[in-house]
């Protein structure tokens, strides 16, 4: 089994920069894919940003592109998000997901059934 929990959820003013964690433990040797998800009351999840683990770069959402940036930390088992510029429609619970698959084999990167392992999510709110 594989445990994702996320941290670094605030409020925020329009403009302002977070940076979201999440720390991936247990059964890890066989992940290959790093996902950022969020969610809003009434809605879908709708994917972020994936990132290739053992390489592959990243794949982004058009609403991520240019202020969204992933990263990777082998040495802690955690990966971040730098979410920069930030909009109030960024507001939303955000989620870190897990794949044992590469991101560029999905139809989809950023499909929501691609992922196993989820995280219990983040609160991100952003005023204007």
């Known amino acids: 089994q594989v445990q994702l929990v996320e941290s670094g959820g605030d409020s925020v003013q329009t403009g302002g920069s977070l940076r979201l964690s999440c720390a991936v433990s247990g059964d890890t040797g066989n992940l290959r894919t790093i996902a950022w998800f969020r969610q809003v009351p009434a809605k879908g999840r709708e994917g972020v940003v994936c990132?290739?683990?053992?390489?592959?770069?990243?794949y982004y959402a058009d609403s991520a592109k240019g202020r969204f940036l992933p990263s990777l930390h082998y040495n802690k088992d955690a990966a971040d998000l730098q979410m920069n510029n930030l909009l109030p429609e960024d507001s939303a619970i955000y989620y870190c997901?897990?794949?044992?698959?590469?991101?560029?084999?999905?139809?989809?990167?950023?499909?929501?059934?691609?992922?196993?392992?989820w995280g219990q999510g983040t609160q991100v709110t952003v005023s204007s």
């Open positions: 997901a897990a794949s044992d698959s590469e991101w560029w084999s999905f139809p989809d990167p950023l499909i929501e059934t691609a992922f196993v392992y």
């Open positions: 990132t290739g683990i053992r390489g592959g770069g990243s």
